[in-house]
């Protein structure tokens, strides 16, 4: 069993990493995660951060990794909102947009051109907007009976916090689903969209990738539902009793970070 884990750990050229509950929690470090991006680097391996988390942009968390004494650029990170941007100049160019989102999100989707309304969308977006207010639920959800289409960053149920979960995009939309009978087009992990995105961004082999994170249905599921590697770590949502009925078989199980880069040293 040890063998396995080493051997998916060594076979891997580029760890694609989560964030909320697999590096840091809140705005403490996990133990040994910095250590384990030096192995990575030592051994000529890559990693990219890659969240769902879409309250915030980019260089929101290039700004807080640096308060954690990890330095990295924009081509070391990735978020959902990044994806969303992507596919909406993609598959609805011109489109106008009723957007939940923080004002970071907003700010993001104006810097690429994606026009903003508050009046009759073309789409109605949803986010993890921690400014989520009752008139913003009830104007998507007036804009989505009236044929606006709808899609959302991620399908995080709950956000991993120092004091425990917070409601997260996915509770929203379920919010919204219940009043409209409709269900959004995600982006963010597990979707392909995200993955595809990854290794176009990278040049990564897919069978050379892995997804690293703490919850099976996003993290683990990205890698494992589109031909890479899903590596589950034990410092966040998901428990080693989980993995009995879970849905998603992560291919590798590892108690956090720490643990991934001591097997990876020997």
Do not use: W
């Not at 290039?62 to 990735?78: A, F, G, V, W």
């Not at 992507?86 to 160019?93: D, Q, R, S, V």
């Not at 959302?152 to 995009?169: M, R, S, V, Y």
């Amino acid at each position: 069993m040890k063998e396995q884990r080493v051997s998916l750990l060594e076979k891997t050229e580029l760890f694609v990493l989560d964030m909320d509950g697999t590096f840091y929690l809140g705005e403490r470090i996990l133990e040994g995660a910095l250590e384990f991006l030096q192995t990575l680097k030592e051994t000529g391996r890559r990693y990219l951060f890659f969240t769902n988390n879409s309250s915030k942009s980019s260089e929101s968390y290039i700004e807080k990794l640096r308060r954690m004494d990890c330095s990295i650029d924009s081509s070391q990170i990735m978020t959902s909102g990044d994806v969303m941007i992507e596919y909406l100049k993609h598959y609805y160019p011109g489109k106008t947009v009723y957007l939940l989102g923080t004002p970071t999100l907003c700010e993001s989707f104006q810097k690429a051109g994606i026009p903003l309304t508050e009046e009759r969308p073309n789409l109605v977006v949803v986010g993890f907007d921690t400014t989520l207010t009752y008139h913003k639920l009830e104007r998507a959800c007036s804009y989505i009976r009236d044929g606006a289409a709808f899609l959302a960053t991620h399908l995080d149920i709950n956000c991993p916090t120092e004091n425990g979960f917070i409601p997260d995009c996915g509770s929203f939309c379920a919010a919204i689903t219940l009043s409209t009978g409709k269900t959004p087009k995600y982006v963010g992990k597990p979707f392909p969209e995200t993955v595809e995105m990854i290794l176009e961004k990278t040049g990564a082999a897919r069978d050379r990738t892995a997804f690293v994170g703490d919850r099976l249905y996003t993290d683990v599921a990205a890698g494992v539902n589109n031909g890479a590697a899903g590596l589950l770590v034990l410092t966040g949502e998901t428990k080693r009793e989980d993995l009995g009925h879970a849905k998603v078989r992560p291919d590798g199980v590892y108690l956090s970070l720490k643990e991934m880069g001591e097997l990876l040293r020997g």
